[in-house]
């Protein structure tokens, strides 16, 4: 397949995309992340969601060492073709680092001066022994 198709994409000035994971069943978001060039292309041919990390400055496997990794059934573009959607399938129901099912767990409860924000989805699965 030629790499042209990557060509649609409008990458920031960092040659970066934002990209969305839903899982495909629940139609819950689970993460935010990244992607460049080399890591959407990765996606495709593997099937699974490559990202890049921008702490670590390298190419991300998702669940590389989990073993959480998302089965990428679906990837869509947005309207300003600025935002990637990956509709996934969540390797052992985990996609956050802290254990978690999504990593959007806290919820603001309050109001705008006296706001908190709320942990709300229990951790399946301590981190300490999921990543070693």
């Known amino acids: 397949m030629s790499a042209t198709w ?3 994409v409008r990458w920031d000035e960092y040659g970066l995309v934002p990209v969305i994971a839903q899982e495909v069943g629940t139609g819950d978001v689970l993460m935010f992340a990244w992607m460049n060039r080399d890591a959407l292309a990765k996606t495709v041919a593997l099937g699974e969601a490559v990202y890049w990390s921008r ?3 390298k190419l991300w496997h998702k669940g590389e060492e989990s073993g959480h990794v998302q ?3 679906e990837i869509r573009l947005d309207c300003d073709e600025d935002v990637v959607l990956l509709r996934v399938e969540q390797a ?3 996609a956050c680092h ?5 990593c959007f ?4 409860d309050g109001t705008e001066k006296s706001g908190l924000w709320n942990a709300v989805d229990p951790v399946l699965k301590d ?3 999921i990543y070693k």
């Not at 767990?105 to 603001?108: A, D, E, T």
């Open 55 to 57: 702490s670590r400055k």
């Open 6 to 8: 990557l060509n649609k």
């Open 92 to 94: 052992g129901e985990i």
């Open 127 to 129: 981190p300490e022994t």
């Open 105 to 108: 767990f806290q919820k603001f």
């Open 98 to 102: 802290t254990g978690r099912h999504s």
């Open 71 to 73: 089965k990428v059934h």
